[in-house]
């Protein structure tokens, strides 16, 4: 493969050359997805596994050992008062996953009802809606997030419905243009010949084909909500700091990093870096599969 | 009566595809038209067929002028009307398997429980076995799905029937199968049809009475407006 530059009058060799190519992107390919499955599954295992096995107090605070460096008692060292960093990062990646997860879930919900609405309905309720749509995107969601989180008092809930109303536009996007596609074809003719009312088409013919599109769009949204509830709470709109999310960690640990203590703030970055990471890169290879034609760069 | 009063119809209102196109079919009759591919004559059948509302004109149904079209019109008036599309990949739902294909007009008009026995009943005559009715349309071939599209088409009892090439895919035997089938239900019925086509010698032989596309024109369009068709021109003289 030193002899890259052959052109088409090495035909014999070409062959062994192309296909030895195609073997390397297909096993980088592989290897970035089982990586990711197993980052996943540790990712998993440790949610749910740690917290019912490992009987200790999050919340234990030991002002004795506060700021330890990594050890083998604290392998991500402890924070300023004294609790162990791996265990409260097990534990605020249980919240940030939750908030991620919840988040997704509603934001699709809505992107894709009002998405099909547009697409079915078409007319004056698309071109308002999709208007409005355009509306919100134009401003900052981080800034709308920060607006809508304000409204509320601090909690789960309320990160989990700001980053939902601020990430269901991109959704609502997809799904209307696929129902506009699938909108034209035959087989919707047949289902409005056949007597089938707006909904039912809607609900038969148009959603169905539109689903697999929208669970995509939902698994690539929970890295992002992911790091957007990390954003909040670093931005101390988030979660109340005595929940352990991956961005109340980080938030917590500005102090000590200046004071040169980089361990509070290196691993609960690396556990919201990681997953969300892993989530991506399978949800990529998904679409991939799904939708070869269009290979491209992580959504997020 | 199914009266098509100088319709104009398309997609883009500053160029129709359809202008001022005339067509009267009386109950029971059998009516093709021929036309060469891209003439608008598919836009037609399904301006007739409620599925695409024309720019002007008028559409009277069984007496009564249409004032909505696809879901503007009343359920009623558009099962009244079966259509048979040109391709049958495109014209079903890939989620379906064919029973429900077929039964789908059914459920969709609120008589779900006569399903079972209208789907037994229209899949027989037409060689749709239990099997086939089991496999979802990427699993059949394109005259077996056809079959199954002309099935849906009829279940409702529609008075009358739009056919748009549905025949244009087909190998020769499934035609005839085709044809029989609608010929059958006709004569069963009473039903009009309004075949759409370009095959001279299947219209010619399936339909009472067959119209050729340039000739509806010619009636509508006055001669020094006409857009010259070298198809036209080609055409043997004294053919329809």
């Known amino acids: 493969m030193t002899d890259a530059g052959a052109g088409p009058t090495a035909g014999t060799q070409d062959g062994p050359v192309w296909r030895s190519r195609r073997t390397d992107r297909q096993s980088t390919r592989t290897v970035r997805v089982r990586t990711s499955a197993v980052l996943i599954a540790a990712t998993a295992l440790a949610v749910l596994l740690v917290p019912p096995v490992v009987q200790l107090d999050q919340q234990a605070v030991d002002l004795s050992a506060k700021l330890l460096p990594p050890s083998w008692e604290h392998p991500f060292g402890t924070d300023d008062v004294g609790r162990d960093l791996l265990l409260r990062c097990v534990y605020g990646l249980r919240v940030s996953l939750l908030v991620g997860v919840a988040a997704a879930l509603t934001a699709t919900v809505i992107g894709t009802a009002v998405g099909a609405c547009a697409g079915a309905l078409g007319g004056w309720v698309d071109r308002v809606v999709m208007r409005l749509v355009d509306t919100f995107s134009s401003v900052p969601h981080l800034l709308l997030g920060i607006f809508i989180i304000a409204l509320f008092r601090p909690g789960v809930w309320p990160v989990v419905i700001s980053v939902a109303l601020t990430h269901w536009l991109s959704t609502a996007r997809i799904v209307r243009a696929e129902v506009l596609s699938l909108r034209s074809r035959p087989y919707i003719d047949a289902a409005v010949s056949g007597g089938a009312s707006r909904w039912r088409v809607t609900v038969r013919h148009l959603l169905p084909g539109v689903l697999p599109h929208a669970a995509l769009a939902a698994v690539l949204m929970i890295p992002h909500a992911m790091w957007h509830e990390s954003a909040l709470s670093f931005l101390g709109l988030g979660l109340p700091t005595r929940t352990a999310s991956l961005g109340t960690l980080v938030q917590s640990a500005r102090g000590s990093l200046l004071a040169g203590q980089w361990w509070p703030t290196l691993f609960p970055g690396l556990f919201i870096i990681v997953p969300t990471l892993a989530i991506a890169g399978l949800a990529g290879a998904w679409r991939e599969r799904f939708n070869p034609r269009r290979r491209s760069e992580l959504m997020l | ?240």
């Open chain 2, 1 to 240: 009566m199914l009266e098509l009063r100088s319709i104009t119809a398309g997609y883009d209102r500053r160029a129709p595809v359809v202008r001022g196109i005339s067509l009267t079919i009386e109950p029971g009759e059998a009516v093709g038209l021929l036309g060469p591919s891209g003439c608008g004559k598919s836009t037609l059948a399904r301006v007739a067929a409620l599925l695409h509302r024309p720019d002007s004109g008028t559409l009277v149904l069984d007496g009564e002028p249409v004032r909505g079209w696809r879901h503007h019109a009343p359920p009623a008036r558009r099962t009244a009307i079966g259509v048979v599309f040109q391709q049958p990949r495109l014209s079903s739902d890939p989620r379906l398997r064919l029973a429900d294909l077929i039964a789908e007009p059914l459920r969709a008009t609120g008589r779900r429980e006569e399903a079972a026995d209208r789907v037994a009943e229209l899949a027989e005559p037409l060689g749709l076995t239990p099997d086939l009715l089991r496999r979802r349309p990427h699993e059949v071939s394109d005259g077996q799905l056809q079959r199954a599209c002309l099935a849906r088409a009829l279940v409702l009892r529609p008075r009358w029937l739009i056919c748009d090439e549905p025949t244009a895919m087909l190998d020769a035997s499934t035609t005839a199968a085709l044809v029989e089938a609608i010929e059958d239900y006709r004569a069963a019925t009473g039903a009009g049809l309004f075949a759409v086509g370009h095959d001279r010698t299947l219209l010619r032989r399936w339909c009472d009475r067959t119209v050729h596309w340039d000739d509806l024109t010619a009636s509508s369009v006055p001669p020094g407006d006409r857009p010259g068709s070298p198809l036209a021109a080609r055409r043997p003289a004294g053919a329809p």
